[in-house]
């Protein structure tokens, strides 16, 4: 579990902010991810997001202090996540990642984590 180090070297608060709010502009633009958010506004999703991030990367816990344990295998389990979903949202990942440009050993660690929970999310299997 990464520790506060990793948190401030990455830039802190501010990068998570600039992380999610990258990542829901693709979103709101995404033809595959947007309508899975039941919610007009994505400005509550992104800020859920935001606060699970830093908490992952160990920064703040107000994420579970607001929302209990995170179970997000069980939170995503409303909506459909087959291996399209799972591409989308890697790609508009990819895209916000790009964006905010970490140092190389930062990205690859972020990337790492990001591709395995993506798998770890899909939760129907498409027919072959
Ligand atoms: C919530 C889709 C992967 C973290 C949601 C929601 C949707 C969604 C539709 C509900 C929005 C809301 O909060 O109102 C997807 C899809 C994924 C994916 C299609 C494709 C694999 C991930 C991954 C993570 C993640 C990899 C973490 C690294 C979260 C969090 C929430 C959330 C923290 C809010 C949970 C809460 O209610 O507290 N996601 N997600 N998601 N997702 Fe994902």
């Known amino acids: ?6 948190y401030e070297a990455v830039g802190g ?3 998570f902010r600039r992380l999610v709010a990258a990542f829901y502009r693709g979103v709101a633009e ?8 039941p919610e007009e506004d994505l400005g509550p999703a992104e800020e859920r997001f935001r606060l699970f ?4 990367w160990g920064g703040p816990r107000t994420y579970s202090e607001q929302r209990g344990h995170p179970r997000l295998r069980m939170r995503h389990a409303p909506f459909r996540v087959g291996i399209v979903e799972r591409d989308a949202w ?7 990642m ?16 990001f591709v395995r929970a993506a ?5 129907h299997v498409e027919d072959l």
């Open 1 to 6: 579990q990464p520790s506060v180090d990793f």
């Open 13 to 15: 608060g501010e990068t």
């Open 30 to 37: 995404d033809q595959v991810l947007r309508p899975l958010y």
């Open 53 to 56: 991030l830093q908490q992952y």
């Open 90 to 96: 890697l790609r508009r990942m990819r895209d916000a």
């Open 98 to 113: 790009d964006e905010i440009a970490l140092p190389a050993e930062y990205d690859a660690a972020m990337w790492d984590y």
């Open 119 to 123: 798998d770890f999310m899909v939760n």
